[in-house]
């Protein structure tokens, strides 16, 4: 979260799974940026008798309001352009026992209350896909942020196209920040979640259309109960690119606003950062057929996949369904992996975070449509 200044207030709340008792309390803590230590800098804080919201599977949730807090001067630590703070809160049942709470990120509204095919508003859904992998709160000046100060932020008059920018106006250096960014969410059960998504362009608007799962990949996910990712061409990808914006909103990194990953057209150079998938721990290999997955080099970084004319944002509204829309891109989709080789021409290319980029492109030509008069 952002704050003007150090002086500035922060209002922590949430959320915890059990009615107040006699020896239950909540507290708010800082982190000491030198000795490392957590610090109580507000106490007793109280939690609500009533039932704030009652999930889908029958968990009631009660709310917590620590009220408005300033951060003492001593647990800012200073960085680019400002200061950053980190925060945690935590509750107890019994008095001694603490437990962190889990820190919800920006769109947790959102995230709780959508509901695909039955999965939303569960607790292992909320838990799973609506809280910070960090499990604390950064608390971050108006003016900072990450990387040196030779890194420049976006200018404020830099355009964006439906909210992001384009990797191409991005600097290098924060190009990196961004792919590293990215990289921490990739792994075997991320990869195998792109093979259960339907690419039928056939239901391409739709978020819960049948998976693709002719090679039992949704049973193979690590911990699965078989359950796969839903959605066709376009609601599948849009709502697995989200779970990656999910993971890089806690960053608050300016060229990534509210979390909206970059985009790469296809036509332009593919930049160093986005290049190389993260190594497979057992070796180059189909991830459907080893524990690991395809990471074998690229063979072009300049593949010139060329948007069509007729998907460009003043010609996409011509067509008549979202399934004509992406009949009509898939060509130039299929092109981008293709012509890029390597790991990237198969499923497996999530392993590489150019595999987001491209797909935030393609999935522009949707937002296009959708926002046709």
Known sequence: MRVSNTASTINPWGYVTSAPTSASKMRVQARHPTTGSWVTIKNNVGI???????????TKLYNWNAGNIVIPGVYWTAGTGGYFARIRTQWTTNGSSWINTLVSRKDAFECFTENFNG???????????CFSHRGEAYVYTSNYREGPASCPA?????????GHYMVNQIPSCAR??????????????????HYEINHNTSTAASKNALPNDASGTCSRQPGSDGTCELGGFFGGHERYIRRMERHVMVYDYPWMPE??????????????????????????????TCDGWRSDPITDSTPNALKPNSVL???VCAFASTAAVASASNSWHSSGHVNTGGHFGTFDSPANPLFFLWHNAINDVWVDYRNCP
Request: hydrophobic content about 35%.
């Open 259 to 288: 979390g909206k990953i970059p985009a790469w057209n296809g036509s332009t150079w593919i930049p160093t950062q986005f290049q190389n998938a993260e190594v497979s721990p057992n070796g180059s290999c189909n991830s459907w």
């Open 154 to 162: 976006p200018a404020a008059a830099l355009a964006k196209t439906n």
């Open 48 to 58: 609500s008798a009533s039932v704030a919201w009652t999930t889908a599977d029958g």
């Open 176 to 193: 990196t920040i961004v792919s590293n960014h990215m990289r921490e969410k990739i792994d075997e059960n991320n990869i195998l979640l």
């Open 313 to 315: 944002p003043g010609n």
């Open 119 to 129: 999965e939303g508003n569960t607790t292992s859904y909320m838990s799973s896909n």
